[in-house]
């Protein structure tokens, strides 16, 4: 995702841009901005309706991973 926001887009704060141009990563963004960042993101992204799909598709398919039941017998 980083790699397809750039620094210029007017709909992301130039302050969620490391130096070298790309998006910081969620793990960089402060707990007091992070609204903004995910409002900013998801404002982004709408813009680009199969790649919020995929990604939507990646949560779900993630979730029902990690909330699965390990096998019988492990």
């Known amino acids: 995702m980083s790699r397809l ?3 210029s887009d007017p709909r992301i704060r130039p302050g ?8 910081l ?3 960089k963004v402060g707990g ?3 609204s903004l ?3 900013q993101l998801s404002n982004y992204l ?3 309706p199969n790649l919020t799909a995929a990604i939507a598709d990646f949560g779900v398919t993630y979730n029902r991973i990690a909330n699965a039941s390990p ?3 492990s």
């Open 5 to 7: 926001v750039r620094s």
């Open 32 to 34: 007091a901005q992070w």
């Open 46 to 48: 709408a813009a680009y």
């Open 25 to 27: 990563s969620p793990s």
């Open 37 to 39: 960042y995910d409002a």
């Open 71 to 73: 096998p019988a017998g």
């Open 16 to 23: 969620f841009f490391g130096p070298d141009g790309g998006l």
